[in-house]
């Protein structure tokens, strides 16, 4: 499944694949040069913590609480790092380095929308 994210009515990510279960969150980006099925990042959810091990590229990282509300933006992370646990996250938006608006800010609230 696709999902678009918004935010403030613009469109900030399209063909954002949703990993919903068990084996589509395992995986995540891990091993793949762009994110699959020419999504152009990938939200995971229930996740409230990302490694990037065995990752090819560096990501945006966003980390919403059940509402959409941002907690947590980090950008530019690198391959073979790991973020803290952040217990308020039950979503992860993960996008390659560079495409998430600077315009967000935390304690924001982004929407996502099934494409």
């Not at 990302?50 to 941002?70: C, G, P, W």
């Amino acid at each position: 499944m696709m999902v678009r994210i918004k935010h403030k009515d613009e469109i900030i990510a399209e063909k954002i694949l949703l990993a919903d279960n068990l084996s589509s969150r395992l995986i995540g980006l891990m091993f793949r040069k762009a994110p699959p099925q020419n999504a152009r990042g990938l939200l995971l959810h229930p996740c409230n913590s990302i490694h990037t091990f065995f990752m090819r590229y560096a990501l945006d990282v966003v980390f919403l609480n059940s509402e959409n509300k941002v907690i947590k933006i980090i950008r530019n992370l690198k391959p073979w790092r790991m973020t803290w646990i952040y217990f308020r996250a039950s979503k992860t938006l993960e996008l390659p380095a560079g495409h998430l608006p600077q315009g967000i800010s935390l304690g924001e609230f982004l929407e996502v929308e099934n494409v």
